[in-house]
């Protein structure tokens, strides 16, 4: 999907609104932990399903969703590859997507996993979508309630209308290297953007030309909320992310990037994409070049 993407809305809900919000009939609450271990050699992140823990302790209300499984072409050579418009569709009725119903997506991590689906949502044209900020860990540190009984929605009707703009393919962020009106952003570790330490996904380092904000760089650690808009801005604004140019996020495995993407949202910034399979298929294509150092 590329070119102009639309005016985005408030992607964010603090936890003293959902409290005061999760009687609402209408809402649809998502629990969207998944979980990443370094393979033993650096190659690569084995994932995990955070259903499991889910099943421990979720905001009352909440159903699951496993990213990997329930929204993700499985047949893809990548994970977390994207449906198409139909299968998507399908798949967010059965989890209970519904054309008319408010949506709030949460992790139990630093909301990289939330964003991704939010940002999903927002490429098939769906805008009453925003993610919980500081997500689960905010939610347990302000002594709010939890729930282990597995919730289901109702399933529901999801038109799925395809917004241009919102990721990004390999040609595209090939052709936007060097261009003057795109920057490339790296949500990665400055390790990994350097090519010295961390998980690799084939060969290190990074897509040349591009800067680098780590996405766990942009959340507080205490509270696991984003940072202050002010903050944000000045460390987006910093890197020229904030002008009139397009961005491409990217990482990994397009997770990160949303992040990212949900900050500068954040920030009022559109003409953000993500690089949908990131260096999971970049750094293993040869013919592709990459920097280190």
């Known amino acids: 999907m590329a070119s102009a993407s639309a ?15 999760l009687a609402d009939p209408n809402l649809r609450i998502f629990d969207c932990t998944m979980h990443l271990a370094p393979l033993p050699d650096n190659s690569g992140q084995q994932v995990t399903s955070g259903e499991a823990d889910y099943g421990k302790g979720h905001i009352p209300g909440a159903a699951f969703i496993d990213l990997a499984r329930d929204l993700s072409d499985t047949a893809s050579p990548f994970r977390f590859s994207a449906l198409g418009p139909e299968a998507f569709a399908d798949a967010a009725g059965r989890l209970g997507i519904g054309d008319g119903a408010q949506i709030v997506l949460y992790d139990a991590g630093y909301n990289a996993w939330a964003a991704r689906v939010w940002w999903m949502l927002k490429a098939y044209g769906f805008d009453n979508a925003t993610v919980l900020d500081g997500g689960l860990i905010k939610w347990r540190k302000e002594g709010r309630p939890l729930e282990t009984k597995p919730v289901t929605h109702p399933l529901a ?17 090939a052709g936007a290297i060097g261009a003057p009106d795109v920057r490339i952003v790296n949500a990665l570790s400055p390790e990994q953007h350097a090519g010295k330490s961390g998980v690799h996904y084939g060969r290190a380092g990074r897509i040349p030309g591009s800067c680098n904000v780590a996405s766990r760089g942009i959340v507080d650690p205490e509270t696991n909320a984003l940072l202050p808009l002010p903050e944000l801005r000045r460390r987006f604004g910093d890197l020229g992310l904030l002008g009139g ?49």
């Open 157 to 173: 009707k999801f038109t799925a209308r395809p917004r241009a703009g919102f990721f990004a393919d390999k040609g595209r962020v």
């Open 7 to 21: 005016k985005l809305p408030r992607p964010l809900i603090d936890t003293a609104t959902l409290a005061d919000r």
């Open 245 to 293: 140019e397009r961005v491409i996020a990217y990482c990994g495995g397009g997770i990160a990037a949303s992040l990212t993407a949900l900050a500068l949202a954040a920030l009022g910034k559109e003409g953000v994409e993500v690089y949908i399979h990131s260096l999971q298929e970049w750094a293993n294509d040869p013919s592709l070049p990459m920097e280190v150092g």
